[in-house]
Structures are given as structure tokens and as C-alpha cells.
């Protein structure tokens, strides 16, 4: 058993409903390890923590440094401008993560769509997807996406999650979250940021099913 204290900032205080805690753990976990603990003890905070960086006395930590006794974990949330809007992720992305990106101020109404990897499809069963990516093409026309968005409604805000690498069934693939002072406009925006994103970015996905496996959209 090793005993380590973790401190929690800002929004990620008031999700965790406490200052600190002080935690007595079986295993010498990784910070990554902790990130996923926390999520479980504090489910209003597991949208946050995906964009949180995770501190170790006094100093910023990867994910795979092992806590030893007595460190001091400090959960800190992204400050102002301090988290993009539009990102490739490598890692799972949780529901209501898109939403914690958005600015707040001014905000009516929220719309979302969550992309899942389903089992079947065209009556194949699926056994994964592989998502691969160009990421700076990626990353600028998402985000111009976003800011065409922006323009055409009278929105607060727009943020766009999409996964790449290798998804299980039931995995989220792509989020978004729309924000804006009324419903209506957020609702139009979502849909059509959805139908851009497919059209328009480098974004690949291959099917593995039963059957084999195929890069879809890319046959005459």
C-alpha cells in the first residue's frame, strides 16, 4: 500500500467536489493509471480529465511515471485558451468531452453528436476500425470547419474530437459539441459540421469485419 495526495484547481475542483483527497492505493500506479481512478471516483470530472495535465510535486508528469509514497498529485485543468478546440486523439475519448472544450459564457443551448463504432454493417459484423490521419491537413481544415461555422451562425462556440488508431466496437470515433445563446442555430450547425468533416477531411477508415478488411469511400 503507498498513500498519495491529490489536489484538485479550478473547474476540476468544483467537479470533484473537494480541494484534496488523499488516496491509499494497493499498487504503485502510473499517472495514467490514476487519471482512470479518478475518473471512476469522480464521474463529473471524467470529461475534464482527458485534457487535464496531471502534476507530481511540483512538476508536470507523463502518463507512465509511477507514483511513489506520499507524492503530491495536482490535477490541473486547461487555462484560458489553453486546450484547441479541434484535435486528433490517440486516446479514447469520453462523452462530454467536446462540451468541457466549448466556452461557457453566453451559452443557451448545447447540441452534440457522437460518432460510436457500431458491430454490424451493410449486415457485416465489425470487429474494428483503424482511423489514420494527415494531421496538419487534418487539423486546418477542421479547423476551418469550425470557424465557417462560426460565421454562418450565431454560435459561442465549436469543438471537434475525432480518434485515430485502431477503435474496438462501442468506442467513440468523432464528437462534437456545438454551442450557441439559442437551440435552433446549434442544431443546424451540428449537422452540418458533421456532413463537412466527412466530405472534406484527410481522415481515413478502415473496416475490419468477419469478412476482411477494406478502406471505405476509397473504391470507384
Sequence with gaps: MIAVTVRYFAAARDRAGVDSERLELADALSIGQLRTLLATRHPPLAPLLPICKLGCNDEFADDDQVLQAEDDVLVLPP?????????LLE??????QAEALCEQDGVGGMVTFTGVVRRQNLGKA???????????????EMTAIADAAMRRWPLVDVCILHRVGVLQVGDIAVQIAVAGA????PFAAC????????????IWKKE?????AEWLGSTP
Excluded: M, N
Aim: hydrophobic share 40%; glycine share 8%.
Design 79 to 87: 487555462s484560458a485558451g489553453g486546450a484547441p478546440r479541434v484535435q
Design 91 to 96: 486516446t479514447p475519448i469520453v462523452l462530454g
Design 182 to 185: 439559442h437551440r435552433t442555430e
Design 208 to 212: 475490419v469485419t468477419d469478412d476482411g
Design 126 to 140: 465489425v470487429q474494428r476500425l483503424e482511423f489514420s490521419a494527415y494531421a496538419p491537413l487534418a487539423l486546418k
Design 191 to 202: 449537422r452540418w459540421v458533421i456532413d463537412e468533416l466527412k466530405a472534406r477531411v484527410p
